[in-house]
C-alpha cells in the first residue's frame, strides 16, 4: 500500500505555518529602505506578523485552491506552484467579472502573492481603484444593524466608545486590566493587539465612569464581558474614538478635511501619531484615512 497523500488544502495550512512572524518587526527593512533613498509606508518582509492576517489570507487563498481543485484538477501544490501566474490571474478575472469589490480584488491578490512568494503575480488583471467615496462601512445605517440594539448593551456600548478597541481585544479583556493612577487617569492594557503587540490604551477623557463601573469589586482575572455581538459594529466605536482622542490631544483644532489631498498643516501630527498608537495600528496614514476623516 502506498504512502498516504497530504491533501492540497493540508498544503497550503503547513505553508502558511512557514509564513508565520508573529512579534517580529519590519522596522529595520523599512528603515533601510529609507536610507537607500526609497519612500515607504509599507514593506513585505514575505512574512505574516499578525493572526487576523493568517486568517484573512489564509481564508482567500483556500477558495482559490478549491476553485483550481474544481476547475482545473489540481489537487497539489507541486501541480500548482508552477501555474500559480496563469491561474491566479483567471480566477481574479473571473471574480472580477462576477462584481466582487475592489477591496476584495486587491486582498485576495495580496494573499496569494505572499502564498506563492510572488510580489508581482496577477498583474495583468486591471483592478479598480479603491474609491473612498465608495467605502460605506461604519456609515450610516447598514442592513446589519438591525440585528443589534445598542440599547441593549449599555455597558459595553459605553465601553467601546470610551478605549476603541477591536471585537477580540474586547472580548479577551480582563478585570485586572483596566488600570488607574493616583492623578485619577485611567487605562486599559491590551496584552495581544494587533500583530501580537501590547499597548496601553488611554481612557477619553470624561468616560472613565463608564469603564470604572464595569471593573469596580469584580475579580481581576475576571473577563470583562463574557460575550461581544456579532452584529456590533465595533469599527464605528473605533472611529468615534479616535476622532475624540485627537480632539483631546490637539484642542482647538478641528479634524483633518474630508476630502482633497491632505497636507501637513492639515493635521496635528503628533496627535494623529498617538492616537495611532492608542488604536494599535503602526501606520498614521491608515489612521488619517480611515479614522479621523
Known amino acids: 500500500m502506498g504512502a498516504h497523500r497530504k491533501s492540497i488544502i493540508r498544503e497550503v495550512i503547513e505553508r502558511f505555518d512557514t509564513k508565520m512572524a508573529i512579534g517580529a518587526s519590519r522596522r529595520a527593512a523599512k528603515q533601510a529602505l529609507r536610507r537607500a533613498g526609497q519612500r515607504v509606508w509599507t514593506h513585505s518582509t514575505g512574512k505574516i506578523h499578525a493572526f487576523k492576517t493568517r486568517s484573512d489570507y489564509q481564508e482567500h487563498t483556500v477558495r482559490f485552491v478549491k476553485w483550481a481543485r474544481t476547475e482545473h484538477h489540481i489537487i497539489s501544490l507541486a501541480q500548482l506552484d508552477p501555474r500559480a501566474e496563469e ?57 446589519h444593524d438591525r440585528y443589534f440594539q445598542p440599547a441593549n448593551w449599555p455597558g459595553l456600548v459605553s465601553f467601546a466608545q470610551a478605549t476603541g478597541l477591536r471585537r477580540h481585544e474586547l472580548r479577551a479583556l480582563r478585570v485586572g486590566d483596566v488600570l488607574q493612577d493616583h492623578g485619577a487617569h485611567m487605562w486599559v492594557h491590551v496584552g495581544n493587539g494587533k500583530g501580537g503587540l501590547s499597548r496601553d490604551v488611554p481612557v477619553l477623557a470624561g468616560r472613565e465612569a463608564a469603564v470604572l463601573t464595569l471593573a469596580a469589586g469584580r475579580n481581576p482575572d475576571s473577563l470583562v464581558f463574557e460575550r461581544i455581538p456579532k452584529h456590533m459594529d465595533v469599527h464605528s466605536y473605533r472611529r468615534g474614538y479616535a476622532q475624540a482622542l485627537y480632539q483631546q490631544y490637539a484642542p482647538g483644532r478641528g479634524l483633518p478635511p474630508a476630502a482633497g489631498r491632505l497636507r501637513r498643516s492639515d493635521y496635528d501630527r503628533d496627535a494623529a501619531e498617538r492616537v495611532t498608537w492608542a488604536l494599535g495600528h503602526r501606520r498614521v496614514d491608515v489612521v488619517l484615512r480611515h479614522y479621523l476623516r
Open 87 to 143: 491561474l491566479a490571474s483567471t480566477y481574479l478575472a473571473q471574480r472580477l467579472a462576477e462584481g466582487k469589490s475592489p477591496y476584495t480584488l486587491q486582498a485576495e491578490r495580496a494573499a496569494l502573492r505572499l502564498f506563492f512568494d510572488d510580489r508581482a503575480l496577477a498583474e495583468s488583471v486591471a483592478i479598480p481603484k479603491r474609491a473612498r467615496d465608495k467605502i460605506t462601512r461604519s456609515r450610516g445605517t447598514k442592513q
